[in-house]
């Protein structure tokens, strides 16, 4: 069954390319929740580093504190990146438009960050300093692919 259109939907058919431009918003929009939702993640992520910090601290294990908090800031600076990456679409007069085929490309980077964000979220209680450490590269890696492949439209 088709909606009845308003007439926001009814102008913009009137405009040349405006669809174009409400899809691009709305992946716009789209990778925005997304990277909210990776965001939320990676502050639990540091909020557990805090709590295992604070165990570590009652115990006198001044190594073991000192490792974690330098994975907590790690995260930290990691979501500010995370929050602040480009988005996956083109401004509506750029010259460099992305293409469906590329578009793709962008939420399967997406999906990848996606996915190592889980999976530090599940190592970040497991204590083994070394993978925890190793999934962090890699979710910093998976955003900085990401970032670079997205640049090369600007």
């Given at each position: 069954?088709?909606?009845?259109?308003?007439?926001?939907?009814?102008?913009?058919?009137?405009?040349?390319g405006?669809?174009?431009?409400?899809?691009?918003?709305?992946?716009?929009?789209?990778?925005?929740?997304?990277?909210?939702?990776?965001?939320?993640?990676?502050?639990?992520?540091?909020?557990?580093?805090?709590?295992?910090?604070?165990?570590?601290?009652?115990?006198?294990?001044?190594?073991?504190?000192?490792?974690?908090?330098?994975?907590?800031?790690?995260?930290?600076?990691?979501?500010?990146?995370?929050?602040?990456?480009?988005?996956?679409?083109?401004?509506?007069?750029?010259?460099?438009?992305?293409?469906?085929?590329?578009?793709?490309?962008?939420?399967?980077?997406?999906?990848?960050?996606?996915?190592?964000?889980?999976?530090?979220?599940?190592?970040s209680?497991?204590?083994?300093?070394?993978?925890?450490?190793d999934?962090?590269?890699?979710?910093?890696?998976?955003?900085?692919?990401?970032n670079?492949?997205?640049?090369?439209?600007?």
């Open positions: 069954m088709d909606r009845v259109k308003n007439i926001f939907d009814r102008i913009g058919s009137l405009i040349p405006y669809s174009g431009y409400a899809d691009r918003e709305g992946r716009r929009n789209c990778d925005k929740v997304l990277r909210d939702s990776i965001v939320v993640k990676l502050i639990e992520v540091e909020k557990l580093f805090y709590t295992q910090m604070n165990e570590a601290l009652k115990n006198t294990d001044k190594e073991t504190t000192r490792l974690i908090e330098e994975m907590r800031k790690e995260v930290n600076t990691f979501v500010s990146k995370v929050k602040f990456a480009p988005y996956g679409a083109t401004s509506f007069f750029g010259d460099n438009q992305i293409k469906e085929e590329e578009l793709f490309a962008i939420y399967q980077f997406d999906f990848e960050l996606g996915d190592t964000v889980d999976n530090l979220s599940k190592l209680a497991s204590g083994d300093m070394r993978l925890i450490k999934q962090i590269n890699k979710c910093k890696n998976s955003l900085l692919d990401r670079n492949y997205i640049n090369e439209f600007k």
